[in-house]
């Protein structure tokens, strides 16, 4: 079955850098990738994600990049603000699938001030 | 629209105690799912539906059932708690593949 593997667990970052968080992937049949950002005390929300068709998207300061031949995808925070501050989640699926998301185990992104 | 709304929030069980966790959509969807969330561990599937009178079985369904005799609520039931099902509950629905999360019902069991 699909294994999603994500990393770093932890990330702290200067208010104003960029962030990078990446995840690996095992079933190369996987064709549906998004990202969800969790707040504390909230449930995961979905903020950006990217099918296999296309290799980069873009909103405004969040990306996401795949590359299927390697099988990973990453997500891109750039300008980050203190209200970027959340764990984030990124997942894999079959979109024949239901949307069984396979996920992985979330990095926790600090700014710093 | 209230979204996904789950009760309680938060829950203390015994052992071998049983209780139902509540959800609830406001928003039609077909598709509605329990995840449970461990430290480490991110998301796993427990069971799902694809709608009224039809579940299925995700990732880790072992001491929970599920029913969903309307398109609105989805219950989760423990029918005998244990300690390794302390954790925190996530219901959601799903439209376009996106997930529409609930806010969490954490559950301890001693």
């Known amino acids: 079955g699909e294994n999603v593997e994500q990393h770093p667990s932890t990330l702290s970052v200067q208010e104003g850098d960029s962030a990078v968080i990446k995840c690996t992937y095992s079933d190369s049949a996987s064709n549906y990738f998004p990202w969800y950002k969790q707040e504390l005390g909230k449930g995961p929300q979905l903020i950006i994600d990217?099918?296999?068709n296309v290799g980069e998207k873009k909103d405004q300061r969040i990306a996401v990049t795949l590359n299927k031949t390697a099988k990973h995808f990453s997500l891109h925070i750039t300008e980050t603000q203190p209200e970027d501050s959340a764990v984030y989640f990124c997942?894999?699926?079959?979109?024949?699938?239901?949307?069984?998301?396979?996920w992985g185990a979330g990095t926790k992104l600090i700014i710093k001030p | 629209n209230a979204g996904v709304t789950q009760t309680p929030k938060f829950q203390v069980l015994k052992t071998g105690q049983s209780m139902t966790l509540q959800c609830a959509q406001d928003?039609?969807?077909?598709?509605m799912s329990w995840y449970r969330q461990d430290p480490g561990m991110g998301l796993r599937l427990i069971h799902y539906s694809v709608g009224a009178g039809i579940t299925d079985q995700g990732e880790v369904p072992n001491g929970y059932n599920v029913s969903r005799s309307t398109t609105e609520d989805f219950p989760l039931r423990l029918l005998s708690a244990a300690p390794s099902q302390t954790s925190v509950y996530f219901c959601a629905s799903i439209f376009g593949g996106e997930l529409f999360f609930g806010e969490g019902s954490r559950l301890t069991v001693l």
């Open positions: 928003m039609n969807h077909e598709y």
């Open positions: 990217i099918r296999s």
């Open positions: 997942a894999a699926s079959r979109m024949d699938s239901n949307y069984q998301l396979i």
